[in-house]
């Protein structure tokens, strides 16, 4: 093979993956498994410190729940009369010390092009709310405390 095609070929090869990343970059898909700053799998200090809208303020209340969960209650600021909290409640759901699920309610979201994303450990769901906030579950696929209910999304996308 001629050395222009090796050249061809290895460039083809540096192109592509980089041009996926940048439409990655662009489309802005949501990802599975983290939503504002938080990830599944991190602790309940890690939740605490990078939850974005919990740096404006807010409170948090924490207790036990069935089988073992901690459950992380965040409420953001009150607002004054007129205004609304750009973040809604959000509930942190922990499982042997790690976060395994997230529901969060939100004013004015960017609405992903598929209401379900599912990827190797995570499912994360979008319910619209009228008029204009949305409700985001994401579920760690491995959590047995959770297994029936990320069942039950999978079974909405067949």
Do not use: Y
Request: hydrophobic share 45%; aromatic share 4%; glycine share 8%.
């Amino acid at each position: 093979m001629p050395q222009s095609l090796w050249v061809a070929a290895a460039a083809l090869g540096l192109v592509l993956p980089a041009g996926l990343a940048a439409k990655r970059m662009l489309v802005s898909e949501p990802s599975a498994d983290a939503h504002a700053g938080v990830r599944l799998g991190m602790t309940a200090r890690q939740v605490r410190e990078r939850f974005e809208p919990a740096r404006a303020g807010g409170s948090w209340e924490t207790s036990m729940g069935e089988e073992g969960l901690v459950i992380m209650d965040w409420t953001p600021p009150a607002t004054t009369p007129g205004s609304s909290a750009a973040e809604g409640e959000a509930r942190f759901e922990l499982h042997e010390g790690l976060l395994v699920a997230v529901r969060a309610t939100v004013s004015n979201p960017e609405m992903p092009t598929q209401p379900l994303i599912v990827s190797a450990g995570a499912v994360r769901r979008h319910q619209s709310l009228e008029p204009e906030g949305a409700r985001i579950t994401l579920l760690a696929r491995s959590c047995p405390v959770h297994r029936a209910e990320v069942a039950a999304l999978l079974g909405e996308r067949d």
